[in-house]
């Protein structure tokens, strides 16, 4: 930002109501819920809200045993926040950019860690993905979004969507892989030869490997992710 004085600052940088619906970018990395009813977000994403809104934390039968025991079994899981009301929410998620997707039926896989709010409308369930001893910190697991309605998911910097097809299948660094649509087959596999040539030490030998027809979201960050008890 530049130098402005305080009425150039305050119209530069005020709320503007666009009319986009449930979710606007207020900026790339601000999410608007302009709420009427109720919307699921990421647990400690609240930065700001105006009206009648009240914020309670996921129940732990929310939704369901099936969930909880995952949810144990994962050591971290998807920490949600119920917010209900009128009024106006604003979200963000250590300053990452911001992407709303419209579902019309279709299913998503996210990471766990880049999933930010979802309309009550959208089915979920958390998904354990095979485990590899030390591979990564924390380990991984993601969320299945399937459904009619929005979803926000998180990036560090703009993402980028790699088309995937049966003759040329994607491979992607786990720290780096954002989300891939519900389609793919995902599983983890090993280059012993990058692993050799990085060194010991790197992850990078372990690759996400996703086959089938659809598309996979990287980002230009390798995220570390740690364990957190929910």
Same mark, same amino acid.
């Given at each position: 930002?530049?130098?402005?004085?305080?009425?150039?600052?305050?119209?530069? &940088? +005020?709320?503007?109501?666009?009319?986009?619906?449930?979710?606007?970018?207020? !900026?790339?990395?601000?999410?608007?819920?302009?709420?009427?009813?109720?919307?699921? %977000?990421?647990?400690?994403? =609240?930065?700001?809200?105006?009206?009648?809104?009240?914020?309670?934390? @996921?129940?732990?039968?929310?939704?369901?045993?099936?969930?909880?025991? +995952? +949810?144990?079994? &994962?050591?971290?899981?998807?920490?949600?926040?119920?917010? &209900?009301?009128?009024?106006?929410?604003? /979200?963000?998620?250590?300053?990452?950019?911001?992407?709303? *997707?419209?579902?019309?039926?279709? $299913?998503?896989?996210?990471?766990?860690?880049?999933? /930010?709010?979802?309309?009550? $409308? *959208?089915?979920?369930?958390?998904?354990? =993905?095979?485990?590899? %001893?030390?591979?990564?910190?924390?380990?991984?697991?993601?969320?299945?979004?399937?459904?009619?309605? =929005?979803?926000?998911?998180?990036?560090?910097?703009?993402? /980028?969507?790699?088309?995937?097809?049966?003759?040329?299948?994607?491979?992607?660094?786990?720290?780096? !892989?954002?989300?891939?649509?519900?389609?793919?087959?995902?599983?983890?596999?090993?280059? *012993?030869?990058?692993?050799?040539?990085?060194?010991?030490?790197? #992850?990078?030998?372990?690759?996400?490997?996703?086959?089938?027809? #659809?598309?996979?979201?990287?980002?230009?960050? @390798? @995220?570390?992710?740690?364990?957190?008890?929910?």
């Amino acid at each position: 930002m530049g130098r402005y004085s305080l009425e150039e600052f305050v119209s530069n &940088t +005020k709320q503007e109501d666009r009319g986009e619906g449930l979710f606007e970018l207020e !900026t790339p990395r601000m999410l608007e819920v302009n709420l009427e009813g109720r919307v699921w %977000a990421k647990a400690g994403t =609240m930065i700001s809200y105006r009206g009648s809104v009240k914020f309670e934390r @996921e129940g732990i039968l929310e939704h369901g045993v099936g969930k909880m025991f +995952k +949810k144990a079994l &994962t050591g971290e899981g998807t920490a949600l926040m119920k917010a &209900t009301g009128n009024g106006k929410l604003y /979200l963000a998620d250590q300053g990452k950019v911001i992407s709303i *997707i419209q579902l019309q039926g279709e $299913s998503i896989f996210v990471n766990g860690n880049d999933l /930010l709010a979802f309309e009550p $409308s *959208i089915a979920w369930d958390i998904k354990l =993905m095979k485990r590899v %001893a030390g591979m990564l910190s924390g380990g991984l697991f993601n969320v299945r979004l399937e459904g009619r309605g =929005m979803v926000a998911i998180t990036s560090h910097h703009k993402p /980028l969507t790699l088309q995937v097809t049966r003759e040329e299948p994607v491979y992607t660094d786990p720290n780096a !892989t954002v989300a891939w649509s519900g389609g793919l087959q995902p599983e983890f596999v090993t280059d *012993i030869s990058l692993k050799t040539f990085l060194g010991r030490g790197s #992850g990078e030998s372990i690759q996400m490997k996703f086959s089938g027809e #659809g598309f996979v979201v990287v980002q230009p960050y @390798e @995220e570390v992710y740690y364990s957190q008890q929910t």
